[in-house]
């Protein structure tokens, strides 16, 4: 197994953004995700806050491994749909300057009718990022609600616009009642990042965040395709339930570098 890169996704820690940069630092990681919205806004940083912040990164041996694009809504849901995707390209436009590539967000159910408005509102609002991400150099990689792998097939050939990516989340589609491994086969080649957590489905199949290593997923199997994969990428380790987010996130991490280890 190759080196890893690993980051965490500081909202999680629940503290004040620099606060939660000395906690990651702790933890020994190499990379953190900020979210754009809540946390930091590079839209709003000068050149010379820029500068700054990667400079303050540095001294702690981290980098921004990528921002995260929060929304309480779908990326095509007709409210405020505008300044949604308005929001989201201008994190893309200014996130380069930063040393960061990925941006990474949530883009809802993708529809089931491929002749819908909605459907093709998706698919003309995803061109329209990617060639954003032509001309700005930070691609979005995009974390779809599935339950099964055609239908993200299908929408990422229907992108030909320039660059997408996927954000591939094992626990939540195992959560959502998907095979995590057989989509990392088919879409592997997309992959640009890989959620660090772990999840189970109960006896009423209702899915349920746990601890790393105390769910279902198969992590050895999943870093072995990994590196069959050539993947290069980020693990951003994330814990969005329990009363210890922070020792859930550093226990995670040390549990992926020892099954990395053998």
Same mark, same amino acid.
């Not at 309480?72 to 749909?81: K, M, V, Y």
């Not at 879409?187 to 959620?195: A, I, S």
């Given at each position: 197994?190759?080196?890893?890169?690993?980051? %965490?996704?500081?909202?999680?820690?629940?503290?004040?953004?620099?606060? %939660?940069?000395? *906690?990651?630092?702790?933890?020994?990681?190499?990379?953190?995700?900020?979210?754009?919205?809540?946390?930091?806004?590079? *839209?709003?940083?000068?050149?010379?806050?820029?500068?700054?912040?990667?400079?303050?990164?540095?001294?702690?041996?981290?980098?921004? %491994?990528?921002?995260?694009?929060?929304?309480?809504?779908?990326?095509?849901?007709?409210?405020?749909?505008?300044?949604?995707?308005?929001?989201?390209?201008?994190?893309?436009?200014?996130?380069?300057?930063?040393?960061?590539?990925?941006?990474?967000?949530?883009?809802?159910?993708?529809?089931?009718?491929?002749?819908?408005?909605?459907?093709?509102?998706?698919?003309?609002?995803?061109?329209?990022?990617?060639?954003?991400?032509?001309?700005?150099?930070?691609?979005?990689?995009? *974390?779809? *609600?599935?339950?099964?792998?055609?239908?993200?097939?299908?929408?990422?050939?229907?992108?030909?616009?320039?660059?997408?990516?996927?954000?591939?989340?094992?626990?939540?589609?195992?959560?959502?009642?998907?095979?995590?491994?057989?989509?990392?086969?088919?879409?592997?080649?997309?992959?640009?990042?890989?959620?660090?957590?772990?999840?189970?489905?109960?006896?009423?199949?209702?899915?349920?965040?746990?601890?790393?290593?105390?769910?279902?997923?198969?992590?050895?199997?999943?870093?072995?395709?990994?590196?069959?994969?050539?993947?290069?990428?980020?693990?951003? %380790?994330?814990?969005?339930?329990?009363?210890?987010?922070?020792?859930?996130?550093?226990?995670?991490?040390?549990?992926?570098?020892?099954?990395?280890?053998?």
């Amino acid at each position: 197994m190759r080196t890893l890169r690993i980051a %965490a996704a500081v909202r999680h820690f629940n503290q004040p953004l620099r606060t %939660a940069i000395e *906690t990651a630092a702790d933890m020994g990681v190499q990379g953190l995700q900020i979210d754009a919205r809540h946390e930091l806004r590079p *839209t709003e940083l000068s050149e010379s806050g820029r500068r700054q912040f990667k400079h303050e990164l540095s001294e702690r041996l981290l980098s921004l %491994a990528s921002f995260e694009y929060p929304t309480r809504r779908a990326l095509t849901d007709p409210e405020d749909i505008d300044a949604r995707i308005a929001g989201l390209k201008a994190v893309l436009d200014c996130s380069y300057s930063l040393g960061v590539t990925t941006v990474v967000a949530r883009i809802g159910r993708i529809p089931e009718d491929v002749e819908s408005e909605k459907y093709h509102l998706l698919v003309d609002v995803l061109n329209d990022i990617a060639r954003q991400s032509n001309k700005v150099g930070t691609i979005l990689a995009v *974390t779809p *609600t599935i339950e099964s792998v055609e239908p993200l097939k299908t929408l990422f050939e229907k992108i030909t616009e320039g660059p997408l990516g996927l954000h591939f989340d094992p626990a939540g589609l195992l959560m959502n009642g998907c095979r995590p491994l057989e989509i990392y086969r088919e879409l592997h080649d997309r992959v640009l990042t890989v959620q660090l957590r772990d999840g189970l489905r109960d006896i009423d199949g209702q899915g349920i965040e746990v601890p790393v290593g105390r769910g279902e997923i198969a992590w050895d199997e999943l870093l072995a395709l990994l590196d069959d994969g050539q993947f290069g990428g980020w693990f951003v %380790a994330t814990r969005s339930q329990g009363e210890d987010r922070i020792g859930d996130i550093a226990r995670a991490i040390r549990f992926l570098r020892q099954v990395a280890a053998g």
